[in-house]
């Protein structure tokens, strides 16, 4: 009995260390403008926060990565980490991912009343496309030191880009088919004629 309560505080042990942390994290305040469907090569910028939820002991696990990436073109990122209202800015950064380390999120979350947040601004622009496609403006999830996405929290934003469509200025009159003015000119062509037969007095 006691080898059986052993083998099991053993196994449960190695339940816990072998498990990774993982932590919750919310995004707030997510501005994206221009907002709405957007036209291929349109300049956008993006605005959030993201707040943490301590979990395990600390603000976020020391061996993860928070990872953000956008299919927008030409990315850049900049970013400030704000503890206890002390903003410590970075940036920018270019490419489609910002990678923020565990080292750089994790405090202890047993200190009384802490406050960490993450404030990010992401330019860019839609990509080009000439039938609507969805892309990702912002994904963010966290990955453990294997690179493997965790479940707690996935944040993704999307937009449709599309090229807009084509519009006529009201003061410009619309265009006469190709064959209507063919028979116009025809029309034409046909009562000069007969004026001059009539002058001559020729006959049809």
């Known amino acids: 009995m006691k080898k059986i309560t052993k083998i099991i505080i053993l196994a449960a042990a190695l339940l ?8 919750a994290f919310t995004v707030e305040s997510y501005v994206q403008d221009p907002s709405g469907p ?3 090569d349109t300049p956008v910028t993006v605005s959030y926060t993201i707040g943490f939820v301590p979990a395990s002991g600390a603000t976020f696990p020391s061996d993860n990565d928070l990872v953000m ?4 073109a030409r990315p850049n990122w900049t ?3 704000i503890l206890e209202g002390i903003e ?3 940036g920018p950064v270019p490419g489609q991912t910002l990678e923020l380390s565990g080292f750089e999120l994790s405090y202890p979350s047993s200190i009384k009343g802490l406050n960490e947040t993450v404030r990010v601004t992401l330019t ?16 963010i999830y966290e990955i453990d030191n294997f690179q493997n996405i965790t479940t707690a929290t996935r944040v993704t934003e999307t937009a449709v880009v599309s090229l807009p469509a084509p519009t006529i200025p009201a003061n410009v009159a ?3 088919p190709v064959t209507e003015k063919m028979a116009q000119q025809t029309g034409l062509l046909d ?3 007969g004026s001059f037969k009539g002058l001559f007095g020729i006959k049809s």
Do not use: F, H
């Open 88 to 90: 410590n800015k970075k």
């Open 124 to 139: 860019g622009t839609a990509p080009g496309t000439i039938t609507p496609t969805s892309k990702k403006v912002l994904d």
């Open 79 to 81: 970013y400030a980490l």
């Open 38 to 40: 957007l036209a291929p």
């Open 16 to 23: 816990v260390i072998c498990t990774s942390p993982v932590s």
């Open 174 to 176: 619309p265009t006469v």
């Open 69 to 72: 990436t956008t299919e927008l």
């Open 191 to 193: 009562q000069i004629i």
